[in-house]
């Protein structure tokens, strides 16, 4: 029994080795476990649904893009900034392609330039054309001068007198032209593009030229801005610059009228003739010496005697002699002629 006993261990372990060993050889070399092809499976699995995410993204966003609207935005300068919405999105000429589709506020800045502001439709599926033609800003230039009261002028055009606020103005070059009568003028190049330039202050400078005024016949009275300045001929050495109007006045003769631009260092020299519309009158009394007096002025002059430059018409003549009753009459004057009036006097009983 001790010995039976102490051999059934021995062949129970034989048998589990013949088990293990007949396992062993059923199994090829180099085998995966059990477990090998779930993994497989799985890869597989992944990939096939990352594929549908991606196709399901793609045909999302193509069906985005055919629910969008476009807007194409330009402007005129270009290279303003532009607001959608209150929101800023770039500058012209510029191209929207992701719009919601609906009513949109459209902003246009640009320096110098008035704010160009409208509203577009954006239409779904279609590009919306905004088009911008900007206005140039308003700006104004103050001109002042020492002493005031100096006209101003810009490209040739009178704007006021200084003190001067002149307004509407663009941003660019002007030529400006500042001028008081009796002082020299002075020519100035503004940009008022420049800020810096807005506000432009003259200190003006006397200044004076020789003016030479004759006339054919001489005598002719001269009067410059209602001043009478003398008779013909005239000449002054220090005459102040400016414009001026001239006015020349002869007895027997209508006016001349002209315009005098006197300008500094420049001699002016005018020379102007009369068309004369004169006739003589002889008058003679009997007896002789009585004074003449015509059409109301008193010439100083004893009859007999011959005036040569009166006026074409009728004058009023008046004769006095001591001692003889004063006469009055009328006598007419003919261009080139010289007419006769003789008149005897009554004398006083």
Known sequence: MPEQHSHEPDRIDELLGSLQESRTTQSPAGASAPPAPQHHRRTRIWIVLLSTVIVVAAAIFLLFQKR????????????????????????????????????????????????????????????????????????????????????????????????????????????????????????????LSDSTQSIQDFTLVQAFAKLSITSDPTGAEVVIDGKSYGITPLKIDSFPVGDYALTLKLEGSKDITDMLSVKQGIPLAKQYKFDLALGGLEISSDPPGASITIDGQATSQIAPFTFSTLKEGTHEIYLELQGYLPWSGEAVVSTGQTSRLSIALTKLQ
């Open 68 to 191: 969008a609207a476009s807007l194409n935005i330009r402007s005129f300068p270009s290279g303003a900034t532009v607001f959608l919405d209150t929101r800023q999105v770039g500058t012209t000429p510029l191209v929207l392609s992701q719009v919601t589709p609906g009513t949109h506020a459209v902003e246009i800045r640009l320096s110098g330039w008035e704010v160009w502001t409208g509203t577009t439709v954006a239409v779904r599926g279609s590009t919306t054309q905004v088009i911008a033609n900007m206005t140039h800003a308003a700006y104004s230039l103050i001109v002042t001068s020492t002493p005031p009261g100096a006209t101003v002028a810009l490209d040739g055009t009178v704007k006021g007198i200084t003190p001067l606020t002149a307004t509407g103005l663009k941003p660019r070059n002007y030529s400006m032209v500042v001028s008081l009568k009796g002082y020299a003028a002075i020519s100035r190049t503004v940009d």
